[in-house]
């Protein structure tokens, strides 16, 4: 089985601030990463140390200086423009802090949104809808609006959301940012059901205490991703 993610030798450079102005050091560089079907890991580290470039340039949002990305075992044309978005579509779902629901639409209109990029009926979907929304404890709320949850069940729904097209791979940047403890453990918990459905999970964070639930942590500092060792489970 291929790795759902294998980054070789990536590096990202941005250009100089100004014409004629020194080139500001690599984000990063020369980094090594492999992600297989239902691990879930974190990658911590300062602001600043290249966390949200990393997210950027597997979520294939920006295209890496040098380096090759691979998704189930094929290369990234990022000459392909119209390739690299089918990847998006179909094969990466994207988490945000800020979850970016339609405020005036119900929450199943929220989760089956996303496949109204994929030129197939929605019908096609609302059974997927449906077994998202009982296991994430939200088919009380199919009909409520969004603008009517609360942060927790809001990220769920995003959550619902990224997983309806059956993703190879689950970016979640600071998913848990705004919300409190038990909210936070109710994301969480979605994430590692992700996983353990085969999805490969990626946890962007600064917060340690959510360690406990993934498979292995990455710190990113000094332009590269080290494997640290893994938080034992809590009990």
């Not at 994430?136 to 709320?141: F, I, N, Q, T, V």
């Not at 995003?158 to 909210?183: C, F, S, V, Y």
């Not at 936070?184 to 918990?189: E, F, I």
């Not at 999970?201 to 000094?222: D, F, K, S």
Request: aromatic residues 6%; contains cysteine; charged residues 25%.
């Amino acid at each position: 089985m291929n790795p759902v993610l294998e980054v070789r030798k990536l590096s990202k450079r941005y250009p100089p601030s100004a014409p004629g102005a020194p080139p500001p050091a690599p984000v990063l560089l020369d980094v090594d990463f492999i992600l297989n079907p239902g691990e879930f890991c974190a990658v911590t580290g300062p602001s600043g140390s290249g966390k949200t470039t990393f997210l950027n340039l597997i979520g294939l949002l920006d295209p890496p200086s040098q380096g090759e990305i691979r998704y189930d075992g094929h290369p990234v044309d990022w000459r392909n423009r119209k390739a690299r978005a089918e990847i998006r579509k179909r094969g990466v779902g994207m988490i945000f802090q800020n979850m970016h629901l339609l405020p005036g639409r119900s929450v199943r209109e929220n989760i089956l949104f996303r496949a109204r990029y994929l030129n197939r009926p929605l019908s096609d979907f609302t059974r997927r809808a449906d077994e998202l929304m009982d296991e994430l404890g939200l088919s009380p709320l199919a009909t409520r609006r969004a603008d009517t949850l609360s942060g927790g069940e809001a990220q769920r729904v995003a959550i619902a959301r990224a997983l309806l097209t059956r993703p190879q791979l689950l970016l979640a940047d600071e998913p848990t940012g705004n919300l409190d403890a038990e909210a936070g453990d109710a994301v969480m918990r979605a994430l590692t059901q992700a996983a353990d459905s085969g999805i490969g999970v990626i946890l962007v964070t600064h917060n340690l205490q959510l360690l406990p639930y993934v498979h292995h942590q990455y710190h990113c500092a000094e332009q590269t991703l080290r494997k640290s060792a893994p938080t034992p489970k809590p009990g």
